[in-house]
């Protein structure tokens, strides 16, 4: 008995310092950056093509519009990928978009809410792709997640990076006739 009470203690603790850890740090914002050897037209073209998301984007499956414009401020899509079997859908609003340069987004799910600019800049003929997000928890248990697996999220962005770096490297399709 005397054991159990310990562990129950010890088990309290922790449930409550993890809770804690989302109170103290109840965002998440990190940095990520690439250098592609591409022209910017086309590193920009690639990564807009939704035809290439899914070489680039982990467990992306499709995207549902679900108002506006594609492609322009104001649209509004489903966005669904798959993650250990399990399908999740996070809806997409583009907040700002200027082609060749720039799209700001918000994505939304049960889980949590997060801002996202996507920035590209040519440098001697290459492409220089910058993300910057910041995320924030929806409930008390996801701020807590969040603020533990900061780390592995951050991780799982520069993975998207590595492999755009890659989807536009190693593009065929000739996007030259594609006026943004």
Known sequence: MKYLKYTLGVLAILVIGFLLTGLIKNELSYNCEIMVDRSLTESWAVSQDEGKMA??????QKIEY???????VGAVSDVYFTNDGQEMT??????EIVPNQSVSMTFTSDFMDMDYKLTMKSI?????????????????????LLAVM???????????????????EENSK??????N
């Open 150 to 168: 900061g780390n592995s999220i951050k991780d799982q962005e520069e993975t998207n990076l590595s492999n755009l770096k890659k989807t536009i």
């Open 66 to 72: 679900v108002s506006g414009s594609p492609g322009t």
């Open 124 to 144: 001697n003929g290459k492409t220089k792709i910058s993300t910057s997000t910041t995320c924030i928890g929806n409930g008390m248990f996801s701020k807590s």
């Open 90 to 95: 996070i809806r997409e609003t583009i907040t």
């Open 55 to 60: 070489d680039w984007l982990d467990g992306f």
């Open 174 to 179: 000739n996007y030259s006739l594609i006026e």
